[in-house]
């Protein structure tokens, strides 16, 4: 794409520079990004029998509904969105920075941004259809390989949310695998954010966790304490958690560590950081000791993208996977891709493992997480093929000559040292300082340096005044010339002899990682080839129900990509980071009025984590009443996956209690309150998705909260659909204590393959004061400043969340304003329901009672007995009857409808506000046409899909034989699309259907 200079007509206004022509998008530039016209829109609301937008709502308690404008700007036109979010970026003042610390930055490969552009791999949801998804599969297959090269695990997932999330998942892990699990020793060395996430969710469950303590001479593990602790434990603790370069950025002793954990036969989990282990680089974690460690955790965001003022970040999960060790496998969180053939014996990738995840085993799930960082495994498997080998080796080299040269440059000063001369360390340099650490760092940046950070805290009991510098390869020349002005300028000339110790060399890598590298040409065409095996919600309706598959904005991805934005480290001083701060503190307010309620925390980077945050809440909340005990929680029984699994995360496995469903899919008010009445005194509160996932409004929702909180308890709102209902109703009016906001279905983000994703939790007045992380608020000077709340329940990120996709938010509502949030939401149901119109004369619908109820943005579509017998007779068993016609939507060039779920014979359809009524018409004849081919030629249904790169995959095969990566001496070869989803999409309907029958030699 060329760039274009685009002129904003306000004069107030610099001109932008956009990368693309927005002209080019028609649902780019689309008013509230809703390409129906109005002329469309009046002709669906007269096939509803309607005629105004509002009136979809009409069956809505009024008082329910907002009746006054929402709190937010009138909407922007295009470019001064644009030029508005260009100044924002410019408040922030980017130093030359050598911080690093809790989030490391390192050059990413411009292939990364070229890649990022390829919208079917971008855009596109996790890969459960794996004849539409090999592009995404491919990608991450590519990253769970080259990770696996990098650490020596054989069994790395793709992904999780964060570093301190992957500790959490692995010490969850390792207590699986133990009979009873006793407490978990955690070095203290570890970094203080990641020790308070896992205090945070720890906090009201049974996860016991120890310290063990730093020695305030070596600045390491005491490992003298450390043995004592694990000889007076007696072999009880389940899990011992320790870092290769500790929070003061010095090497622990990881040989050691490892090993003692095995004398005390302990599951070990190493906190690494991939970058360090290339060539040239720390010890691999599978050679620590004489086995090497159980688990590994760490942060890979560096791998990806730029420090984006703290996420989305990259969590790297690894377990071992062997012909030694296998057991562990079965018990570890988050998806795995594997090896896997077609029924044409095609070399595929599949997700494996599925039965541990939380769509399957609810409660009794490894882990709540649904949406990972999947886009991000994806940009960081492309960086490391793109750098390969020699150019990690170069970036670790360069990386360490900058240190080796700042190193001697100290040793020429007075009153500033090396801290722990004995103690080892790699990329950081750890000084102490006579000065107050504060003063200097402010002197430094006064002289246009972020120096680095004051660590003085991080050792109990230390009274040396502590100063870290991370250095990478992204410190130039210039910069470093900066920093020896400032150390001339502060530092007088020393006489004194200084030493540092070099890394001994059992605790580096001794064998070359020998990572592959692919040319830059070669690797971009090989993604392009990927991205052209799956499609995008750019080119016609993504129909899958729950998720939200609508147009993501280009000018988001701009705009989350501005330098200001990118390039703004977390922990750089808040005058420094303005830009990102405003707009934090704007999605802060705006999510407030959207919503109706009092208070929001952006930390949560995904809705089960979000549901997480509002249960940890509620037991903050009943706690401070002095009422621990309660610990039910209500849940209907068609609730996502992640409800049940995130009650046991949060500590009420034994607590959950399952409500039914009317029939017409609602909450059955009978069982309700037959269940309250028997958990008034324990309960905890409850998880309520509304609209509920048969696309149903929970007329009682009111109702059954008021109930809720007369018993005490607390009334969790599951946001997933909120694509319905925001800016209409007034959630602090039904009673909500807590809601999230997926910022990856209503609010535009890409789905990314499975994520990440983002889930801003708005609570109620009783919550407020318990929310985590920190609040930001706006001071009389205009200026942005953050502060903690004061009783705030702990943290569930390092920083902020996944930041680069509030800017994306925060860039969508600029052009959305107070009128278009309402309004986009009454489209998306317009949009369901016209098609719920044109489709139920064609289809059952399921809840089966319910077809005079009003859908809002999603409806269930089934089949009839007659025809589920005729696909039994045609060799389609019940079971996979469902799942099959799903693939026959593959064959029209649609993503399938959520199959399955929440009723086992459904097809959840949701279109969204992002297609013109002619394309929902096209996608309408399609389903159509796929009913007339299920009753009268079902054979073909066994067969599809037809026309996609491979044809219906062996997934027991692929369990069974699980290969989770290999060597990659060549990129994997890849199948071709039998006709291309952008031909498919151009073909009409009956030509599609006869292309089918032919190739079954049958005619219409
Ligand atoms: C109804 C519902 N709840 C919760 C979730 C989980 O959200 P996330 O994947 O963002 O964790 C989903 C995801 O699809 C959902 O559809």
Redesign the pocket.
């Known amino acids: 794409m060329s760039t274009h200079s685009l002129t904003n007509k306000s004069p107030n206004l610099s001109p932008v520079h956009l990368p693309y022509d927005p002209e080019e998008y028609p649902r780019e530039t689309s008013r509230h990004y809703i390409s129906a016209s109005d002329e469309d829109l009046s002709a669906m609301l007269q096939k509803v029998g309607l005629s105004r937008l509002s009136d979809l709502y009409s069956h809505l308690p009024p008082k329910k509904i907002f009746t006054e404008a929402l709190s937010l700007p009138e909407e922007l036109p295009y470019l001064e969105a644009a030029a508005e979010l260009e100044n924002i970026s410019k408040k922030t003042n980017l130093l030359p920075s050598f911080i690093g610390d809790l989030l490391p930055a390192w050059q990413v490969h411009p292939i990364v941004s070229e890649i990022s552009k390829l919208r079917p791999l971008s855009t596109s949801y996790t890969p459960y259809q794996p004849e539409r998804s090999q592009g995404t599969l491919v990608t991450h297959w590519i990253y769970q390989c080259v990770l696996s090269n990098l650490t020596g695990f054989e069994a790395i997932n793709t992904s999780l949310y964060d570093r301190s999330a992957a500790i959490f998942e692995a010490i969850c892990c390792a207590r699986r695998s133990r009979k009873r699990p006793g407490p978990v020793l955690l070095a203290n060395s570890l970094f203080e954010e990641d020790i308070s996430f896992l205090q945070t969710h720890a906090q009201g469950t049974d996860l016991e966790l120890e310290l063990a303590p730093v020695d305030a001479t070596s600045g390491r593990l005491d490992y003298a304490r450390l043995e004592k602790m694990l000889n007076e434990q007696h072999g009880s603790i389940s899990a011992l958690v320790f870092p290769q370069v500790n929070a003061l950025g010095l090497l622990e002793e990881v040989d050691q560590l490892s090993d003692l954990a095995m004398k005390w036969h302990i599951p070990s989990i190493a906190v690494i950081d991939p970058m360090l282990l290339a060539t040239g680089g720390l010890k691999p974690p599978n050679r620590f000791g004489q086995h090497g460690v159980d688990f590994i955790a760490g942060e890979a965001q560096h791998l990806a993208i730029p420090p984006s003022f703290g996420g989305p970040g990259l969590g790297l999960f690894g377990s071992r996977f062997n012909d030694q060790s296998k057991k562990d496998l079965r018990n570890t969180p988050g998806r795995y891709i594997g090896k896997a053939k077609d029924s044409q014996n095609r070399d595929c990738f599949v997700m494996v493992l599925s039965t541990r995840e939380q769509h399957i085993r609810k409660e009794k799930a490894t882990s709540n997480?649904?949406?990972n960082q999947a886009f991000l495994a994806t940009i960081a498997g492309a960086n490391l093929l793109a750098k390969g080998e020699n150019g990690l080796k170069h970036s670790l080299a360069q990386a360490m000559g900058s240190r080796k040269q700042v190193a001697e440059w100290i040793m020429q000063r007075d009153g500033i040292q090396f801290a722990f001369s004995d103690t080892p360390a790699f990329n950081d340099l750890l000084l102490s300082v006579e000065e107050d650490p504060a003063q200097l760092l402010k002197g430094a940046r006064d002289r246009g340096i972020h120096f680095g950070i004051d660590v003085s805290s991080r050792i109990p009991g230390n009274d040396k005044k502590l100063i870290k510098l991370s250095f990478s390869d992204l410190q130039s020349e210039q910069d470093l010339t900066v920093l020896k002005e400032f150390l001339w300028d502060y530092f007088p000339a020393s006489s004194s002899k200084k030493r540092e110790v070099v890394p001994p060399t059992h605790l580096l890598r001794n064998k070359p990682a020998n990572l592959p590298s692919f040319s830059h040409d070669e690797l971009i065409n090989y993604y392009e080839q990927l991205a052209n095996l799956n499609i995008s919600p750019d080119d016609g309706c993504y129909p899958l129900g729950?998720?939200t598959m609508k147009y993501n904005p280009l000018l988001n991805d701009w705009a989350a990509g501005l330098a200001g934005f990118s390039q703004a480290h977390p922990q750089a001083p808040e005058e420094d980071v303005q830009g990102p701060l405003e707009v934090l503190y704007q999605i802060q307010e705006w999510f407030k009025s959207i919503t109706g309620l009092a208070g929001v925390t952006t930390q949560p980077v995904?809705?089960?984590?979000g549901?997480l945050v509002g249960l940890k809440l509620f037991q903050a909340y009943h706690l401070s009443k002095g009422e621990g005990y309660r610990n039910i929680v209500l849940i209907p029984k068609s609730?996502?996956g992640?409800?049940f699994a995130t009650a046991a995360t949060a500590g009420y496995a034994s607590g959950i209690v399952y409500l039914q469903a009317n029939e017409n899919g609602m909450i059955d008010l009978n069982d309700f309150r037959q269940k309250i009445d028997q958990h008034r005194k324990n309960l905890c509160g409850i998880m309520i998705?509304n609209p509920n996932?048969s696309g149903i409004f929970e007329s009682d929702f009111s109702e059954i909260a008021d109930e809720v909180h007369k018993a005490g308890g607390l009334v969790y709102m599951?946001g997933?659909?909120m694509n319905a209902i925001a800016g209409v109703i007034n959630l602090s009016k039904i009673g909500v204590d807590a809601v999230h906001n997926?910022l990856?279905k209503t609010w535009t983000i890409p789905h990314g393959g499975g994520g990440p994703?983002d889930?801003i939790v708005a609570v109620s007045e009783r919550l407020v004061d318990f929310l985590p992380g920190r609040q930001i608020r706006k001071e009389e000077d205009g200026s942005f400043r953050s502060y903690l709340p004061e009783k705030s329940i702990g943290t569930f990120h390092r920083n902020w969340g996944n930041f680069g996709h509030k800017v994306r938010a925060y860039s969508y509502l600029l052009r959305l304003g107070k009128e278009g949030v309402p309004r986009m939401s009454s489209v998306a149901v317009l949009s369901a329901r016209y098609l719920f119109e044109v489709l139920r004369y064609h289809y059952p619908t399921l809840p089966a009672h319910a077809g005079k109820i009003p859908r809002m943005h999603e409806f269930i579509l089934t089949l009839s007995e007659q025809d589920f017998v005729k696909l039994e007779e045609a060799g389609v068993p019940k079971s996979q009857a469902i799942p099959q016609v799903g693939k026959l939507f593959l064959d029209f060039g649609f993503h399938a409808p959520t199959v399955a779920f929440p009723e086992v014979f459904g097809l959840m359809i949701e279109p969204t506000e992002s297609y013109t009524k002619p394309e929902l018409d096209r996608f309408a004849r399609a389903v159509i046409a796929i009913k007339d081919l299920i009753e009268n030629y079902p054979i073909v249904v066994g067969s599809a899909p037809h026309f996609t790169p491979i044809d219906r995959v062996d997934e027991v095969t692929a369990n069974r034989n699980l290969c989770l990566s290999e060597t990659l001496t060549h990129l994997p070869s890849l199948p071709v699309n039998r006709i291309q989803p952008k031909a498919l999409l151009a073909l009409e309907i009956d030509e599609i259907k006869s292309r089918i029958l032919q190739l079954h030699d049958l005619s219409i």
Do not use: I, K, L
């Not at 995904?606 to 984590?609: L, S």
């Open positions: 997480v649904c949406s729950s998720c995904a809705g089960a984590q549901e609730a996502h992640t409800n998705t996932t599951d997933a659909n997926n990856h994703g889930a």
